[in-house]
């Protein structure tokens, strides 16, 4: 997530590289609008917040001379100073939840080097490692050949989670169990990685910090309570 003074700072910036990555420009403009509004709000308050310390020290030296009279009518003008500085409180951390929001909403900005396009077809090939094998027959699919070799089931995965899933049987389970202990050994022992089991529930906090809320708030598992 971009830091709210980043986005201010650097607005032209942010909006051409949000352009870049089809977002509604609009979006920019409710946060130069939202953002204003706060910053107009916050020198409201304290500019109220102060006139009533000020006046206040003068109703107590007034109220020490015996001045009541004189005092009166400033309390009656702080007590609507008050009144109004609630208001603005109000409209405020309404301003701030709306301008969170719109941050948000905001996603990283692409580096220089990202090509600009509509989809993968779009993409530039920087490097390839290897050599493309060539072979004397045409390779297959994965998943028919898993299918045959009775290692992937689509027909009763599809019954317990729906399409786009499989299950892995007999040697299909232990391949895939053998793949992740490779790779970890692989990066923690020879690249210098340090092996990490995260906890399976983390809070809104993390979430939002790591881009994954709001945008995916509708494909994740909540709890509440």
């Not at 509509?118 to 490692?129: L, Q, V």
């Not at 027959?137 to 729906?162: C, M, V, Y």
Request: net charge negative.
């Amino acid at each position: 997530m971009l830091e709210l003074r980043f986005i201010r700072e650097h607005i032209d910036l942010v909006r051409k590289k949000t352009a870049l990555r089809r977002l509604d420009p609009a979006i920019i403009d409710r946060f130069t609008a939202t953002d204003s509004r706060r910053l107009a709000l916050l020198g409201e308050v304290e500019s109220l917040k102060n006139l009533r310390n000020t006046v206040s020290q003068e109703i107590a030296e007034l109220k020490k001379t015996g001045a009541h009279d004189q005092a009166e009518p400033l309390i009656t003008k702080m007590r609507e100073v008050s009144a109004r500085i609630r208001e603005l409180d109000n409209e405020l951390a309404e301003v701030q939840t709306r301008l969170n929001d719109i941050v948000m909403a905001i996603p990283n900005l692409c580096d220089d080097s990202v090509p600009e396009g509509d989809n993968d077809s779009d993409n530039i090939e920087i490097r390839k490692w290897g050599e493309i094998p060539e072979f004397t027959f045409t390779p297959r699919p994965h998943w028919e050949i898993g299918e045959e070799l009775d290692i992937l089931d689509f027909e009763t995965s599809a019954k317990l989670a729906g399409a786009r899933f499989a299950i892995l049987r007999g040697f299909g389970s232990r391949l895939s169990r053998a793949l992740v202990n490779f790779f970890l050994d692989l990066h923690t022992q020879k690249h210098g990685y340090t092996e990490i089991l995260p906890p399976f529930l983390v809070n809104s906090k993390t979430m939002t910090g790591t881009g994954q809320l709001p945008k995916f708030a509708d494909d994740l598992f909540r709890i509440q309570g």
